[in-house]
Nanobody, 128 residues
Framework: QVQLVESGGGLVQAGGSLRLSCAAS????????MGWFRQAPGKAREFVGA????????AYADSLKGRFTISRDNAKNTAYLQLNSLKPEDTAVYYC?????????????????????WGQGTQVTVSS
């Protein structure tokens, strides 16, 4: 089992940047593929991106490619989501998720239903 805690959210102006962190505790962090999702009020949870266990492979939602970057530091048991060129429509609660068996190159990795472990979320608000 793994416990996840997100941090780094906040209020930022349009065009600004934030870096979200997802700290993991419990079993070996490097055994888990990591995903990032977001959920705006009244909307379904949306896939942002994912990173493989080693960190060598990343996948992103097409609409976010180029602005958001996922990375991880297995020595620190932490995954990161760098948010650049933020827009008001990026306002949402951002969640990290983990799964031991997912292959992030598959369509399954884009579904929140496929992840076994979730953090509590961190709010990102982008003002215009």
């Amino acid at each position: 089992q793994v416990q996840l805690v997100e941090s780094g959210g906040g209020l930022v102006q349009a065009g600004g940047s934030l870096r979200l962190s997802c700290a993991a505790s419990g079993r070996t962090f490097s055994s888990y593929a990591m995903g990032w999702f977001r959920q705006a009020p009244g909307k379904a949870r949306e896939f942002v991106g994912a990173i493989s266990r080693s960190g060598g492979i990343t996948a992103y939602a097409d609409s976010l490619k180029g602005r958001f970057t996922i990375s991880r530091d297995n020595a620190k048991n932490t995954a990161y989501l760098q948010l650049n060129s933020l827009k008001p429509e990026d306002t949402a609660v951002y969640y990290c998720a983990a799964d031991r068996f997912l292959l992030i190159t598959t369509v399954a990795a884009t579904s929140p239903n496929e992840y076994d472990y979730w953090g509590q979320g961190t709010q990102v608000t982008v003002s215009s």
